[in-house]
């Protein structure tokens, strides 16, 4: 079992910056790839950026390339999403997810564990 807590959301400003943590506790945290997702009210759960157990590979959605950065600590049992130049698109829950494994997922269902989410909310 992992439990997983996010934080660091809020309000910004577009152009803005945010940076959200996700603290693990539980079973081994370096064995799971961890993603983050989002969802926008009235929409699906889409994938944002996934970074592999051993921290040597990262992918990231198109829509936030460039923009948004994952990073793990696996000394902290932490995983990381800076987020730079936010947009209003970008106004979403949150969530931390964690996938057993070796190979990191992008969709939703392929996760074992999620937290509960940090809402982020960018303003024109």
């Known amino acids: 079992q992992v439990q997983l807590l996010e934080s660091g959301g809020g309000s910004v400003q577009a152009g803005g910056s945010l940076r959200l943590s996700c603290a693990a506790s539980g079973r081994t945290f370096i064995s799971y790839n961890m993603g983050w997702f989002r969802q926008a009210p009235g929409k699906e759960r889409e994938f944002v950026a996934v970074?592999?157990?051993?921290?040597?590979?990262?992918s990231y959605a198109d829509s936030v390339k460039g923009r948004f950065t994952i990073s793990r600590d696996n000394a902290k049992n932490t995983v990381n999403l800076q987020m730079n130049s936010l947009k209003p698109e970008d106004t979403a829950v949150y969530y931390c997810?964690?996938?057993?494994?070796?190979?990191?997922?992008?969709?939703?269902?392929?996760?074992?564990?999620w937290g509960q989410g940090t809402q982020v909310t960018v303003s024109s």
């Open positions: 997810a964690a996938r057993g494994g070796l190979v990191p997922g992008t969709r939703p269902s392929e996760y074992d564990y």
């Open positions: 970074i592999r157990w051993s921290g040597g590979s990262t």
